[in-house]
């Protein structure tokens, strides 16, 4: 059997099979395995060669513009890409945890500063300064019930009153979080791997282990105390003007007691939930069935107790207490800031003491990408978050004569945009220029490959500049560190300005050069608009590129790339689809080798191929042994081996090469994404053909009477060389007839037919061969 497993993008069935009659084997409208009608119906009995089945997962990754929402998430999704991205660390155990610990830190530090931007919002800017002002609320009708009066004697118009009505917007925030968590975990985390037992001790890769694409149990407690964390936010972000209220002298003694105790149970509720998080993380090597469901139940349902509990306690009268100033967020937002900066140099030690054990040169910023990852999740949090606050404080009073404003430290990070966008527009040159350099020597490259034709020298400035074009990816490490070094700088900068100035960036700047006093000023008003542009954008390009196949091409591979990945530091970023997709495909092939015997070709084109290895690691290893790869556009040295060396490292893919019957990846020059594996050959045939011609034909000929077009990293089934090498892995696989045991395979039923394979549950001993059946 050849088992066809698409990319970025998407496809049909029809278009994967080479035919527009197909039928569903297996599976649902989500995820499934087709084949064609001629095959299902007349059984490999009656065929001759393999018989083809195209796995089709598009829908995990893209659906109606609704789930473009998801990207409103992109911090939480990119810190949590930074726990897997450490450096390959054999033997070094508590080392590693140390840093998945240190990621899972810095991912609760995203949860608090999303909930803490939204209570800015809703608390301080709407509740606390502009209803507390007669002439900005009566700029906004609907802040009219909550505006003090001439004689202020509406219930609404107390300042704890209106704190406690306003802390309804980020507790539902955090609900929906918690909602969207929980439906994704029943619909991706829900899926049994194959092999229950547990993994013999090995370095080679943690994706061969039972329980890596079943982290059920880590996310539901993650999940648990993300929430409560959100939901202890809003608590302290209302009770902490109450509290100070009460303690002042002469303050009630009553309401003093309370504030202490509702303090002292909010700072319990907090170290319990620093516990959760810091406890032991996932468990690879077993399949973890275990859900702690008092914990994950009581914990927030505390959390939220305490919530409640501080909204009575705020709304309490109290004669005498006025709304003026701005709430005290400025220590709240730089003691966030500061920690998630520790967290980052630390998780950069931590990264750059597992390097020296195994040093690999590919390895992205040398071991150091994961930080990289972690510190652009924080600034980018930090930069939304300020953004948002300053344009709704710009919404509120556009004067800026009413309101105090956001706390300092917000309206410094959003000032701090327009100068990384310099810095960003002078690499981008710097880049340009030098792939223009490379394309004018690739010019000559294309001539000498194609002597005796005719120049075209239109097409050789393409073809050159396509080739030069795809090289950029490898120079993502530069990208990388220069975005995090201007980050680390700027946001220095940013908090060292805001707590020494204690004053906006127009502000600290006007008594100085009136060169810097524009600077300042320019800063800070782009900077605010180029976050309300750019989320207008994000949202719509997502929106996009869920409904659009070639727009989500475009950013497809980024997107699959994130998401690829457990919910292993942030339970509220967008879900695993691989937690489905290599389920899917370990079962179709375990059993389909357990009913027939026979051998398969897993066929991966772009995220295919990573998806296709990634099962193959789960299968048993004598199954393993009856599988051959074919790989072409695959990214899975080119981006994960270098980005992700633990688990797609070299040693990780030398042991996959030796471990299946065969492997061929083809890839090209003008491909962006994919490239050679660079697996080690040792005894074995290389896994790596030479690069495929791009286009086909410089120029007309009999076989191609019109211009040939350039594919880069699509098509290659098209290419003569694929056909060729797909017809020699099959030589090489393809067992001898005559040897006992082999059988064929029996004609499948159609979808929703009663005649069906017994499934083998994780508890189960192995079903008996039937003698016909489906497939599992």
């Not at 001759?48 to 089709?56: C, F, M, N, S, T």
């Not at 009460?246 to 909010?266: N, S, V």
């Not at 590129?545 to 475009?554: G, H, I, M, V």
């Not at 695959?634 to 633990?646: I, N, Q």
Request: aromatic share 6%.
């Amino acid at each position: 059997m050849e088992l066809l497993v698409h990319g970025v993008g998407g496809s049909t069935p029809g278009k994967m099979l080479g035919d527009p009659r197909t039928v569903r084997i297996t599976g649902d409208d989500i995820a499934a395995v087709f084949r064609r009608a001629e095959d299902a119906e007349a059984g490999s009995r009656h065929r001759q060669g393999p018989v083809r089945e195209a796995y089709v997962w598009c829908n995990l990754t893209s659906g109606d513009g609704s789930r473009a929402l998801w990207l409103l998430l992109l911090p939480f999704m990119v810190v949590n890409l930074a726990h897997w991205m450490r450096p390959a660390a054999p033997g070094r155990q508590r080392t590693v945890r140390l840093y998945g610990l240190l990621v899972r830190l810095a991912a609760l530090t995203l949860t608090v500063l999303l909930v803490a931007a939204a209570c800015e919002v809703a608390l301080d800017l709407v509740a606390w300064q502009c209803a507390g002002v007669r002439a900005c609320a009566r700029r906004h009708s609907w802040l009219g019930f909550l505006a003090p009066g001439p004689a202020a004697h509406g219930w609404w118009t107390a300042p704890g009153r209106r704190l406690a009505l306003a802390a309804l917007v980020p507790a539902a925030l955090t609900g929906l979080l918690w909602y969207l968590s929980h439906r994704t975990w029943s619909a991706y985390e829900s899926h049994l791997p194959m092999t229950p037992e547990p993994a013999p001790a090995t370095d080679d890769s943690a994706l061969a282990r039972p329980g890596f694409w079943y982290g059920r149990r880590l996310v539901a407690r993650l999940r648990a105390a993300h929430t409560a964390a959100g939901l202890l936010t809003v608590a302290a972000a209302v009770a902490t003007p109450a509290v100070r209220f009460d303690h002042r002298p002469g303050g009630p003694a009553a309401l003093d007691a309370a504030g202490w105790l509702l303090t002292a149970a909010l700072t319990a509720c907090a170290g319990a939930v620093a516990g959760v998080v810091c406890r032991r993380g996932r468990s690879e090597n077993r399949l973890d069935l275990r859900l702690e469901r008092l914990l994950v139940r009581h914990l927030s349902l505390g959390a939220l107790a305490l919530l409640i509990l501080t909204l009575v306690y705020t709304g309490w009268a109290r004669p005498g207490w006025r709304s003026t100033g701005r709430l005290p967020g400025d220590p709240a937002f730089g003691a966030l800031m500061l920690g998630q900066g520790l967290l980052v140099l630390a998780l950069a030690a931590v990264a750059a003491d597992l390097y020296r054990r195994r040093p690999d040169p590919r390895a992205g910023m040398r071991g150091l990408g994961g930080p990289a990852v972690a510190l652009l999740a924080c600034a980018l949090g930090g930069v939304i978050s300020g953004g948002v606050a300053q344009r709704v404080a710009d919404w509120l009073d556009g004067t800026r004569a009413l309101l105090p404003g956001p706390p300092v430290l917000l309206t410094w990070q959003a000032s701090a945009i327009p100068p990384l966008l310099a810095v960003l527009l002078l690499l981008a040159a710097r880049l340009a220029l030098s792939t223009s350099r490379l394309a004018r020597a690739e010019r000559e490259r294309v001539r000498h490959e194609h002597p005796g034709e005719p120049e075209d020298p239109t097409r050789t400035r393409a073809i050159a500049h396509a080739r030069a074009t795809a090289t950029l990816t490898d120079r993502a490490p530069l990208v990388l560190a220069v975005l995090t070094a201007t980050t680390l700088v700027l946001g220095a900068a940013a908090l060292a300005g805001a707590l020494g100035t204690e004053r906006t960036p127009d502000g600290a700047a006007r008594h100085t050069y009136p060169a810097v006093q524009a600077v300042a000023e320019t800063s800070q008003a782009v900077g605010s608009w180029l976050i309300g542009l750019g989320f207008l954008l994000f949202v719509t390009w997502g929106r996009r590129a869920y409904k659009d196949a070639s727009a989500r091409r475009t950013i497809g591979i980024l997107w699959d790339v994130g998401t690829f990945w457990p919910r292993a530091a942030h339970p509220f970023a967008p879900p695993c689809y691989a937690e489905r997709a290599v389920p899917d495909l370990t079962w179709r092939m375990a059993t389909w080798t357990q009913r027939t015997g026979g051998r398969l070709v897993l066929s991966g084109h772009s995220q295919g191929s990573v998806l296709a290895a990634a099962a193959a690691w789960q299968l048993a290893p004598p199954v393993r042994g009856r599988v051959a790869l074919l790989t072409y556009g695959s990214p899975l040295e080119r981006l994960y081996g270098r980005w992700f060396p633990a688990h797609f490292g070299p040693p990780a893919l030398a042991a996959l090469h030796r471990d299946v019957a065969c492997w061929r990846n083809l890839h090209r020059l003008t491909d962006p994404i994919g490239g050679p594996v660079r697996a080690p050959d040792d005894d074995t045939p290389p896994v790596d053909h030479e690069p495929l011609r791009d286009p086909l034909a410089y120029g007309r000929t009999a076989d191609h009477p019109l211009p040939a077009p350039i594919l880069g990293h699509s098509d290659y089934q098209a290419d003569p060389v694929f056909t060729r090498e797909r017809a020699l892995l099959l030589a090489r696989l393809c067992p001898d007839p005559d040897v006992p045991g082999q059988r064929p395979d029996p004609d499948p039923p159609l979808q929703g037919s009663d005649q069906t394979l017994p499934v083998q549950r994780p508890d189960q001993e192995p079903p008996g061969r039937p003698d016909s059946g489906g497939p599992g």
